[in-house]
C-alpha cells in the first residue's frame, strides 16, 4: 500500500518545527511527501488555536476534503496540534470524516497510530493530559515532544533551522490558551539542546531560531542541580562552529534581565532582535490580561536595552478590544507604540478562547467593529514609524543572510536563475535586491536605495579586494 503524505501547517514557529519532525518520523515508516492533498493517501493538518480564525480555515480546509472521503475512504486524514489538544473529541463531532486527532504533546505516536488506522482499528486519538489531570511530574512527560528527528528537505531553508528550548508555558495570560494546548513549561536539558544544534551545524546550517513561550525565561536545573539560564545556554551555543546567526523568540518583558543583555552585546553571533511582546500599553487592560508587569516596568525594560544595546531591533505583539478596553485603554497603547518605536508589531484582534480565564470571567464587550477600527488605527501608527525607521538605511551596506527568491519573485511563472532575492539582516530586517538563486544561503553585503514600512530594497554592493571599503552594518 503506498504511503503518501501532504501535510499543511498553520500558526507559529513551533508548528512548523512540529511538522518538520512528523515529517522527519513519517518518511522513516516510509512515507513519501507529495505537494498536493489530491495526490495524497494521508492528509494532515497541523493546527493553531491561538484565535478563531485560524480554527476556521482549519473546518474550512476538512470541508473541503469530505467529498474526497466519501469517494475514497482509504484516504486517512488527521488533525495535529493545538487545535487537536484544545477541541479533541469534539473534532470528530464536527468533521466525522477525520480519522485521527493527535496533540502536540503525542506527535511521536503519528507513525503508530497511522498503521492502527490502516489496520482497520478505527479512528485514533493521542492528547496529553488537561492541567489538572495528574501530578505535576505526570503532566509534564505528557506533553514532551519526541526526541528530534530532523529533515532538512523540510526546515524553512536548508541552512536555517528552528530549535526547540523551551515546552509550554506557565505564564497563563487570562486570554491565552497555549497554556493548555502545550502544558506546562519545561527547559529542555542543555546538553539536548546543544546536541541538537551541533547536528544541525553539521547538516550545514548557519542560522538556527531558538524557540519557547517566553524564551528568555529559560531555564534548566540539571540532576546535579547545576541551573541553565538562557544567557548560559547562548554562551555555549555560540562556540558551535559553523553556526553563524542565533535567533530566538518569543521574550517575556520581564525576563529581559541586564545579564541576559550583556550576554547579548558580548556573543558578535547573537541577534539583537528582540521580540518582547508589550499587549497593552494600558496598566489597567494588563492587568485584567494578568502579564505580570506595568507599562512603567516596560519602559523601564525599553531603557535597559536602550543602555546596554543601542543596535537592538525591538518588536511586539498587540492585542486590540480585549475585555473592557476603553478608547483610552487604546490610546495609551497607541502612545506606548509612538514611544517606543517598535522596529515591527503584530497586532491582533482579541478572539475569546474557551478554557481561559478571561472566557470565564471577563465579557467580551468591544463591538466587532471598534475592534477592526483599533486594529487598522494601531497597524498605521506602527506603519509609520516603521517606514521612518527603514528609511535610515538607505545609502548603508548591510549584511543579510540570503533565504531565497523574494515574494513578487515566487509569484511569477519564469524560473530562471535570475530574480529578486530576499534575506534578512541580523536584526530581522526584510531586504530584497536583484540577484541569483543560486545565492540562497549567502551572506552578502547590500547596499540599500530606498525602503517601504516592510522592506529595505538594494543591490549587491560590490567587494574590492584590498582594505575593506565599506562599513558593513550589524542592524
Ligand atoms: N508566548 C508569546 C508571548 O507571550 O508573547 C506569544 C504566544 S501567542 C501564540 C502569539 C500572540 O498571539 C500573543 O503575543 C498575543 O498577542 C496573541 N494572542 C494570544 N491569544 C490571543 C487571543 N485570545 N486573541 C487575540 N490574540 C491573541
Ligand atoms: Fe500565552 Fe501569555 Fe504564555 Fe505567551 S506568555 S504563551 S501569551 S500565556
Avoid: W
Wanted: aromatic share 6%; hydrophobic share 35%.
Amino acid at each position: 500500500m503506498s504511503k503518501r503524505l501532504y501535510i499543511e501547517t498553520v500558526g507559529c514557529q513551533m508548528n512548523v518545527l512540529d511538522s518538520e519532525m512528523v515529517v522527519a518520523d513519517l518518511k522513516r515508516h516510509g512515507y513519501e511527501l507529495v505537494a498536493t492533498p489530491r495526490e495524497a493517501d494521508t492528509v494532515l493538518f497541523n493546527t493553531c488555536s491561538v484565535r478563531e480564525h485560524a480554527e476556521e480555515k482549519i473546518y474550512s480546509a476538512l470541508g473541503k476534503l469530505r467529498q474526497a472521503k466519501e469517494h475514497n475512504p482509504d484516504k486517512t486524514i488527521g488533525v495535529m496540534g493545538c487545535m487537536a489538544q484544545k477541541d479533541q473529541k469534539l473534532i470528530f463531532q464536527r468533521a466525522p470524516y477525520v480519522d485521527l486527532i493527535v496533540g502536540p504533546g503525542q506527535l511521536q505516536q503519528i507513525p503508530t497510530l497511522l498503521e492502527n488506522i490502516r489496520s482497520g482499528q478505527g479512528r485514533q486519538l493521542a492528547v496529553s493530559l488537561g492541567r489538572k489531570s495528574g501530578s505535576q511530574e505526570v503532566i509534564r512527560r505528557s506533553h514532551e515532544t519526541f526526541d528530534p528527528l530532523r529533515d532538512p528537505s523540510m526546515r524553512p531553508t536548508p541552512f536555517q533551522a528552528y530549535l526547540r528550548i523551551q515546552i509550554g508555558c506557565d505564564k497563563f495570560c487570562t486570554y491565552c490558551v497555549v497554556p493548555m494546548t502545550r502544558g506546562p513549561e519545561q527547559g529542555r536539558s542543555p546538553e539536548q539542546i546543544l546536541s541538537e544544534a551541533r547536528v544541525l551545524a553539521d547538516q550545514g546550517c548557519v542560522e538556527i531560531t531558538l524557540l519557547g513561550q517566553t524564551v528568555n525565561s529559560y531555564r534548566h536545573t540539571g540532576e546535579d542541580g547545576r541551573v541553565t539560564r538562557m544567557s548560559d545556554l547562548l554562551r555555549q551555543l555560540h562556540e558551535i562552529e559553523g553556526l553563524r546567526r542565533l535567533k530566538f523568540v518569543t521574550n517575556y518583558p520581564k525576563d529581559m534581565t541586564e545579564e541576559l543583555l550583556t550576554t547579548i552585546r558580548d556573543l558578535p553571533k547573537v541577534s539583537p532582535y528582540l521580540h518582547v511582546p508589550a499587549q497593552s500599553g494600558s496598566d489597567e487592560q494588563l492587568k485584567r490580561m494578568r502579564r505580570g508587569y506595568t507599562v512603567a516596568d516596560y519602559l523601564e525594560m525599553m531603557e535597559r536595552i536602550e543602555r546596554i544595546l543601542p543596535e537592538a531591533a525591538v518588536s511586539s505583539d498587540f492585542i486590540v478590544g480585549f475585555c473592557g478596553e476603553t478608547e483610552e485603554d487604546f490610546q495609551q497603547t497607541v502612545d506606548l507604540v509612538r514611544r517606543c518605536r517598535f522596529k515591527n508589531s503584530f497586532i491582533f484582534k482579541y478572539s475569546v478562547r474557551a478554557g481561559t480565564k478571561a472566557s470565564e470571567r471577563l465579557e467580551d464587550d468591544v463591538p466587532e467593529e471598534v475592534k477592526n477600527r483599533r486594529n487598522n488605527e494601531l497597524l498605521a501608527v506602527q506603519d509609520e514609524i516603521s517606514a521612518a525607521d527603514n528609511q535610515r538605511f538607505v545609502g548603508q551596506t548591510v549584511e543579510i543572510l540570503v533565504e531565497g527568491p523574494s515574494r513578487r519573485a515566487q509569484k511569477q511563472a519564469d524560473d530562471g536563475p535570475l530574480c529578486q532575492m530576499m534575506g534578512r539582516t541580523l536584526c530581522d530586517r526584510i531586504v530584497v535586491y536583484d540577484g541569483n538563486r543560486r545565492q540562497a544561503g549567502e551572506f552578502l553585503p547590500i547596499e540599500i536605495s530606498d525602503a517601504t514600512a516592510t522592506t529595505l530594497i538594494g543591490r549587491i554592493k560590490t567587494v574590492h579586494s584590498g582594505p575593506e571599503l565599506f562599513q558593513l552594518q550589524t542592524v
